[in-house]
């Protein structure tokens, strides 16, 4: 669904759509020095010290996409591929060395605060206070908003039970809790403000089936029901599938091939008339197996 708005454009008045998310060019490398296997003599380790060969890694290499509002668009690639990095570089955690991103228009650098309160991360390193209960953590970052205890605690609740945790959990300390559990926490937390760009880093990995299931369904529910911006990482291929609007295949800090489902099949030729799958594209297309060495 576009947005429209009227803009002023050569001094004409024209129609133009309002994307939520749009990312242009950006990248992202780190910079590491490279260790080297071999047995050094003590005068070859000095020498070193102050010739350290440094690699470049491109994390995030002139990445560019727009998601309007009320879409999902998912990030499908293999571990290392640069997912985490494109997220924190949109949630203004990192700062791109090229290219720029705007959220509703506000460039993510220059006007990070008015960014940061439209947005929220789930992402697997969330931090709790791990010996006070999801009841006490979820308090405690809507006090951080500025919501009432009573309301955040009706609210979380509400977010939980939907998420198929059950309320009287919700006093055991965080750390007693299985990590499906925790993540639907994470996931409560960022959606006890309203974040009109919520970017979901790997939301799902790692989770039990059931967790898995009420996770994916309650992101179809949030889609449905909010007007918001939706970013999904994702390494399985069926959620991609069954979750996002759009998807991106990422590999080595390029996007390879972007499109719906129906578009990204449509890139490769079927083999033996036998129609393929979003695997078998992701397969031709970057030569990875994600079912290998996975977790
Ligand atoms: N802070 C960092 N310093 C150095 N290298 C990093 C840093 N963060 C990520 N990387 C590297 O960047 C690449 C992309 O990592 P990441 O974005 O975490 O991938 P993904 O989330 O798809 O698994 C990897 O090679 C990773 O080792
Ligand atoms: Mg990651």
């Known amino acids: ?161 939907r998420l198929g945790f059950e309320a009287k959990r919700m006093d055991e300390e965080m750390e007693q809790l299985s990590r499906g559990m925790q993540q639907k926490v994470a996931i409560a937390r960022a959606l006890l403000t309203t974040p009109m760009l919520l970017l979901l880093d790997e939301p799902t990995t790692g989770l039990d089936p059931k967790s898995k299931r009420d996770v994916q369904a309650f992101i179809e529910e949030i889609r449905d029901d909010r007007n918001a911006v939706i970013v999904l990482t994702t390494h399985d291929m069926a959620e991609a599938e069954r979750l996002c609007d759009r998807i991106a295949i990422i590999d080595n800090g390029k996007f390879i091939a972007e499109g719906t489902v129906k578009e990204l099949i449509a890139k490769v030729p079927p083999k033996d008339n036998t129609p393929l799958t979003l695997e078998d594209v992701f397969i031709a297309l970057t030569g990875k197996n994600l079912e290998e060495g996975e977790e």
């Open 1 to 161: 669904m576009f947005y429209k708005s009227f803009r002023f454009m050569k001094g004409k008045l024209v129609e133009a759509p309002i994307y939520g998310l749009t990312v242009r060019g950006v990248t992202k490398h780190f910079h590491k020095t490279k260790k080297s296997d071999e047995k050094l003599r003590f005068h070859q380790k000095i020498r070193q010290l102050f010739k350290r060969e440094k690699e470049t890694i491109r994390a995030v290499d002139g990445i560019s996409l727009d998601v309007s509002i009320g879409e999902i668009y998912g990030i499908l690639g293999a571990n290392g591929s640069g997912k985490s990095t494109l997220i924190r570089l949109i949630s203004t955690l990192l700062l791109p060395d090229a290219g720029s991103i705007h959220v509703f228009g506000d460039d993510v650098v220059t006007n990070s605060m008015k960014v940061r309160r439209v947005m929220n991360r789930v992402s697997v390193e969330a931090s709790f206070f791990k010996r006070l209960s999801s009841a006490e953590n979820l308090i405690y970052a809507a006090r951080l908003y500025g919501i009432s205890a009573a309301e955040a605690s009706k609210k979380a609740r509400n977010i939980l039970e």
